[in-house]
């Protein structure tokens, strides 16, 4: 076989994938873009509803509840983490270092060992690599249905002070918004979908593995970034972003797959992926860095 | 209206950067009383406001809007009492957000917030009457980021905000300072309008002793976290800058240290 065609065969996994690594991308997009916080519990909220919804589904689970229980577990690290930040004052960044070297302890004891496999004969799956065609649709659903969920929420009372809150903390809480509930709920929310993204994960590759989530957020963050260079040219709509970021981390799992079929050793993916972040992340701060320095009065339509 | 007994808030304490930002203030002020408080660099002025406006725990004392005791309640709490107006354009609004969507944030001050829309249309009507009065063009410009608005255009709408449910108190911390002259003299109008439109009771931290001078019924000189003077009615109107300068040399023995108190 060559590599080309490798290559292409390889194709319906990736996107199978990518569409898992979009729905945590989506989490940590609310978490990154939406609250302005950059959370690391991702690495170990992914793994957590690995772990959850692999040891269920062992146990005979139907595998919605399996997912359901992920995605709450999920939610909980979440509220771990806006606690240390809201409660303790501990800083963004080492909250959820924190609570992901908890959760490194946590999974272990979740599946008593460092792997656990995830075994389609006892349970009917959702997602597996052998039916790669009705795996995709179902996740597409996923994508979409937790797109629509999320733009109906921000565009509610609540989701648009959670807004305010990731945008001005001090207009929020001016405005009577308690910004300490609505980080702490960013937090859980985003979780619950990075868990559940686990849980389709752990399903889709038929093992949880403690090592899995290592290095997420950078997929993560990655897929925010590509999502964002692809759509931030055609609308600023939040539901076209949302898909631009799911879209993102399929792109990201498609490149992936190119790089393995050109046997270019997967273990530099990891440093070129942090690299790309890393330019991406600068590439606004230069801009600003260069850019003209502001007048105290803008002109009147100062919008372009 | 507004009550602040022995207040005391002190920054750093038990450092080398220990810090007595107020020490024992007391002052009360009426329904509708409009006080423009002047003093200079660090004297305690934004101090107080934030006091007020519960930024931070006070360290003694007491603070009551209205006869309810607020002491001990957080910011976000206070809020449905107190409309707040910067010195800093960008701390009032939510640059990221569309100008309707921060004045629905602003309507739904002191309100649950649930799973309703953030905006109706029947809102978005009002907020363009309420726009439209500014006299600033703001209401076609309604899903514009409020970001892109220039800092005169946004201390207008973040006092629009401050109002659209009307406050018990009004605080405004030097938020003409950071606007050119005539931008500023317009910001300064609005405040006026609304003040006496609504019959708002205000706090008007100012540099300038001119605009302390001319505009509200009362004025507060603090200094070193005291207020030192507490003028008011026929008495304030006859009061001149020369006259507020050399009382601040006689009570502090030194003179004026706020440099942007002469220029305005
Ligand atoms: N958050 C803070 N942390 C530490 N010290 C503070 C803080 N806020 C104010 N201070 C100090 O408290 C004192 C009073 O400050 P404040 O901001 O109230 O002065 P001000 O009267 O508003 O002065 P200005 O005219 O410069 O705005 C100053 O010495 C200031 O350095
Ligand atoms: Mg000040």
Known sequence: ?304 | MLKLENVRKVFHPGTVNEKVALDSVSVTLADGDFVTVIGGNGAGKSTMLNAVAGVFPIDGGSIAIDGQDITKLPEYKRAPLIGRVFQDPMMGTAADMWLEENMALALRRGKKRGLRWALTSKERKLFREKLAELGLGLEDRMTTKVGLLSGGQRQAVTLLMATLIEPKMLLLDEHTAALDPKTAAKVLELSDRFISQGHLTALMVTHNMRDAIAHGNRLIMMNEGRIILDVAGEEKKKLTVEALLEFFQQASGEAFANDRALLG
Not at chain 1, 43 to 51: E, K, L, P, Q, V
Not at chain 1, 64 to 90: C, K, P
Not at chain 1, 163 to 175: I, L, S, W, Y
């Open chain 1, 1 to 304: 076989m060559g590599i080309l065609q490798a290559i292409l065969v390889s194709m319906p996994g990736a996107v199978a994938q990518g569409l898992i690594w979009g729905i945590m991308a989506i989490g940590v997009y609310i978490t990154f873009k939406v609250l302005d916080f950059a959370d690391l519990t991702v690495d170990g909220s992914i793994c957590t509803g690995m772990a959850v919804c692999a040891m269920l589904i062992a146990a005979g689970w139907n595998v919605w509840l399996a997912m359901l229980a992920a995605l709450l577990a999920g939610m909980l690290t979440g509220l771990v983490t806006g606690l240390f930040h809201t409660l303790l004052g501990i800083p963004a960044i080492l909250s959820g270092i924190l609570t992901q070297l908890i959760l490194w302890s946590m999974n272990l004891v979740i599946m008593g060992k460092a792997n656990q496999p995830v075994n389609a004969m006892r349970v009917p799956l959702l997602v597996t690599r052998l039916h790669l065609t009705e795996s995709i649709l179902i996740l597409i659903a996923f994508n979409l249905v937790l797109i629509g969920v999320l733009y109906w929420f921000f565009g509610t009372e609540f989701g648009s002070a959670l807004r305010a809150t990731g945008c001005n903390k001090n207009m929020a809480r001016a405005q009577g918004i308690n910004t300490n509930l609505h980080t702490v709920f960013a937090l859980m929310l985003s979780n619950g979908s990075v868990a559940l993204s686990g849980a389709l994960l752990a399903q889709y590759q038929g093992s949880a593995d403690i090592n899995n989530g290592r290095g997420a957020i950078v997929i993560g963050l990655a897929a925010v970034i590509i999502g964002e260079a692809i759509v931030s040219k055609i609308s600023r709509n939040f539901i076209v972003r949302l898909l631009g970021v799911a879209l993102g981390a399929v792109i990201y799992y498609i490149v992936y797959q190119i790089v393995i079929g050109l046997r270019i050793p997967t273990d530099l993916l990891k440093m070129l992926s942090a690299i790309v972040v890393a330019i991406f992340l600068a590439v606004p701060y230069w801009k600003k860095k260069f850019a003209k320095p502001l007048r105290k009065e803008a002109p009147q339509n100062a919008e372009t």
